[in-house]
């Protein structure tokens, strides 16, 4: 039988399933839609909404904020860039650190240990508030005065590595100990096998939680305003105490989502990617 | 067929002892096998045959006994253990290959990292076995790209290619449907005939009986009975051989 002959059992049961899938689309649909409609109608019929609505989605004042929020926008990515090359640098050697063996390295491995459990518990706002005042109050020659964002990346770097540096531990942890077993016997030393057999198969399967990390990240690059710098949010700032309006907030949301959209995507992109290979086809 | 050499032993194991916690798994077991020698360890689960294995490659800790690998105690304190690891192989039954790595790559690891050969050599040498058990072909190919006995002849390569002193194999077949072990049973045979020394524990009682010089019946970790292979199988003395081998042929 050629492949385009197809037997009656075999189209009544294609002819039902397009059926079906028009109606859930349909179904689907329909339920978005209506959904909507109910959300914006309890919205626009609250009591304060036309105030809301002109204190916080102003389009003259959007307008008119825009420069200076993109602009502190540029610093915010630039911040970000080098907080997550430092984090992911930072967090590999701390989390190394935690698998070190040797008895000469106990103070390393100890100092990581004790290095992730502070600033993992530490909020990230106290971090913010003692790198970018407290170093500056050391006072320390020579040392000038430091830019705000540049503490801010310190402060992000310290926090964010500590959270990293466990997702590469876990994931060090997740690979099976027969794959070291195979890499011992072959004469590979401990930290040979760590570095050459375990690592690299770790550091793959963490992708996907990293991902998760660096999106995090992206927002949280907005608190090194708190410290005076100049970014989307303390633009925001400046342009709401000049408009006596709150929209410019808004403006720099937007922004921050416009900017978390494709990392999220990539994100969901590559867990299902992973997944598939995983489990080779199935669809549960 | 090689000649097995009786001047001296390869490998020497004295009152092999190993408990977890309270549980003894050997208790006291010997061993001799000399250069070109197969001798199979055979025995039901639960035995102590892997964990002999694994305590002659020094991947666990002896809770007592003394080996010797070519007269030099391998079992005493300081020994670069990395180094003794190096000269005796040890293969598994669930081939733990590299997932990371292509077949060649795995092949290739310990070549360049533990004997430091270069790369070029390191990729002839690694290329040439692939080639012996027709996987050259394959050889950028991932381990999960291929069929279970194409995995354990990588895996055995792997182990082979360091040219090491003596070759531990773990019931190597036991994840394998008859026509992938034959495979595999096929390498074992050409590398008997190449004069790799080898202790295997195994299943296949009718492969140990073919291919072994000697056979060493575990049991409760204890050898309950050994002799020359044929002789082992033709007429076993030992009750609980007798029990076994009925009971597994």
């Not at chain 1, 911040?79 to 106990?106: C, D, G, H």
């Not at chain 1, 027969?178 to 016997?185: C, E, F, G, K, Y």
């Not at chain 2, 194409?150 to 449907?177: F, G, M, W, Y």
Request: net charge neutral; aromatic share 8%.
């Amino acid at each position: 039988m050629s492949q385009s002959e197809i037997s009656e059992a075999q189209h009544a049961r294609e002819t039902w399933r397009v059926s079906r899938k028009r109606r859930s689309t349909l179904t689907a649909i329909v339920s978005t839609l209506a959904f909507a409609v109910v959300a914006w109608l309890l919205l626009v019929n609250t009591p304060g909404w036309s105030r809301v609505q002109t204190s916080f989605f102003d389009w003259d004042t959007a307008v008119k904020a825009f420069p200076r929020v993109l602009d502190g926008l540029w610093l915010n990515l630039r911040v970000l860039a080098f907080a997550s090359i430092s984090v992911l640098v930072v967090a590999l050697l701390l989390a190394l650190a935690t698998t070190l063996r040797n008895p000469v390295l106990t103070p390393i491995r100890l100092f990581a240990k004790g290095y992730i459990d502070l600033f993992r518990g530490t909020p990230l706002i106290i971090t913010l508030y003692l790198v970018g005042f407290g170093i500056p109050g050391l006072r320390i020659e020579g040392l000038g005065r430091i830019a705000p964002e540049i503490l801010g990346t310190i402060a992000l770097t310290l926090t964010y590595s500590a959270y990293v540096a466990e997702v590469f531990r876990a994931g060090i942890e997740s690979i099976h100990p027969s794959q070291r077993l195979a890499a011992r016997s072959l004469g590979l030393s401990y930290s040979q096998s760590v570095r050459l057999v375990v690592l690299p198969q770790a550091v793959r399967k963490v992708v996907p939680p990293l991902m998760n990390d660096f999106v995090a990240l992206q927002k949280d690059v907005g608190l090194i305003s708190v410290l005076g710098a100049v970014d989307a949010v303390r633009g925001a700032q400046i342009e709401v105490a000049h408009f006596a309006n709150f929209t410019p907030y808004i403006l720099a949301g937007l922004f921050f989502v416009l900017l978390a959209i494709p990392t999220v995507r990539l994100t969901d992109w590559l867990a299902a990617r992973m997944a598939k290979r995983e489990q080779m086809g199935t669809v549960l | 067929m090689t000649q097995i050499d009786w001047s001296k032993p390869r490998l020497l194991a004295k009152n092999i002892r190993k408990n977890f916690d309270e549980r003894q798994v050997l208790k006291g077991v010997d061993l001799e096998v000399y250069p070109g020698q197969i001798v199979a360890l055979i025995g039901s689960s639960g035995s102590g045959k892997s964990t002999m294995l694994r305590c002659l490659n020094l991947v666990e800790e002896l809770s007592d006994g003394q080996i010797w690998l070519d007269g030099d105690e391998i079992s005493r304190p300081g020994i670069n253990e990395d180094e003794v690891r190096a000269n005796i192989g040890l293969v598994f039954q669930s081939y733990n290959l590299f997932a990371h790595l292509s077949i060649l790559e795995n092949v290739k690891l310990a070549l360049t990292v533990v004997q430091k050969k270069s790369d070029k050599e390191a990729t002839e040498i690694a290329l040439g076995w692939l080639d012996r058990i027709g996987l050259a072909d394959k050889a950028n190919q991932y381990p999960d790209k291929l069929s279970g006995g194409q995995q354990q002849r990588t895996a055995i390569v792997r182990a082979v290619a360091l040219n090491p002193k003596l070759l531990l194999l773990d019931e190597v077949t036991s994840a394998l449907d008859p026509e992938l072990s034959g495979e595999v049973l096929e390498l074992i045979r050409d590398l008997k005939v190449g004069g790799t020394t080898i202790v295997m524990a195994t299943h296949e009682l009718s492969f140990a009986r073919e291919v072994a010089d000697w056979v060493i019946f575990l049991d409760q970790g204890v050898i309950a009975e050994e002799g020359e292979a044929a002789e082992f199988f033709a007429h076993p003395k030992n009750a609980r051989t007798k029990e076994f081998l009925t009971r597994v042929i």
